[in-house]
């Protein structure tokens, strides 16, 4: 059977619109459609249209945003609702990115929000979970990762399952260098099943792992059976980097 697969690029505050579009020509001409994988870009919002224009044609390609607020609209400067983020063009959005939580602020009250939000509109999410370096040594890392995934997940109903998936970032291995070993990263994988196979035993959900990924370590990483893709910043800002990140056999 051939291996469901996500590959998600988080361009954080990279690439606007004009090199956006440079990249996905180059990248899309590099990398064909694969059976059982998708492609994920999640590029600043001011690159969304130009990223999903780009992507139309790529059934096994969708762009989305990299944060969204819960109202619908209002006086709130700065903040895109998931409206405005699906016209234009995201088909979801990352919610609590551990630069979200740890940069800004965001708690977890806020994911379960933005979750929420995005699943009343049928957009896909891509939740982050993730400890931090302090939380790891003191052996809390199982804890606050099933925290935040059932803060994230308060109140989704089985039913809205299937547009969920996670990324297990930890906080310490982001764009540190430090990538969790393949074999710790599964531990917690398994974990992060286990707990949404209690929700729902028959929901397929992508669990990521995030934190320094690159074309060294992306093969190591997918052979383990509980990781179902990885989610990428630094590494996913050179399409041709990238693009070899994607062709990893696993
Ligand atoms: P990194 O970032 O690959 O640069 O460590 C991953 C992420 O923040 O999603």
Redo the contacts with the bound molecule.
């Keep these: 059977m051939i291996r469901r697969l996500v590959f998600a690029a988080?361009w954080?505050m990279h690439l606007g619109p004009g090199p956006a579009s440079d990249y996905l020509g180059r990248f899309l001409a590099a990398t064909p459609p694969r059976d059982g994988r998708t492609l994920l870009f999640f590029p600043p919002a001011a690159s969304l249209l130009t990223v999903a224009a780009a992507l139309q044609e790529r059934s096994d390609a969708r762009a989305g945003a990299q944060n969204i607020h819960w109202e619908p609209k209002g006086a709130f400067t700065g903040e895109m609702s998931v409206g405005i983020a699906q016209e234009a063009g995201a088909a979801g959005a990352l919610v609590g990115?551990?630069?979200r939580r740890h940069v800004f602020g965001e708690t977890d009250q806020q994911t379960g929000f933005k979750v929420r939000a995005l699943l009343a509109a049928a957009m896909d999410v891509m939740l982050c979970v993730g400890e931090t370096l302090a939380e790891r040594e003191a052996g809390l890392t199982e804890e606050v990762c099933l925290r935040q995934l059932a803060a994230g997940l308060a109140d989704v109903a089985p039913t809205q399952l299937p547009q969920v998936m996670i990324a297990y970032?930890p906080v310490w291995?982001?764009?540190?260098g430090r990538n969790a070993t393949p074999v710790d990263a599964a531990t917690v994988h398994n974990a992060i099943r286990s707990a949404l196979t209690e929700r729902d035993a028959t929901a397929h959900i992508p669990v990521l792992y995030?934190?320094?990924?690159n074309a060294g370590n992306a093969a190591a990483l997918l052979a383990q059976p509980a990781i179902d893709g990885v989610?990428?910043?630094?590494?996913s800002l050179d399409p041709d980097g990238w693009a070899q990140i994607c062709a990893t056999e696993a």
Aim: charged share 15%.
């Design positions: 988080n954080k990115h551990s630069e970032e291995a982001i764009g540190t995030g934190g320094s990924v989610l990428v910043g630094g590494a």
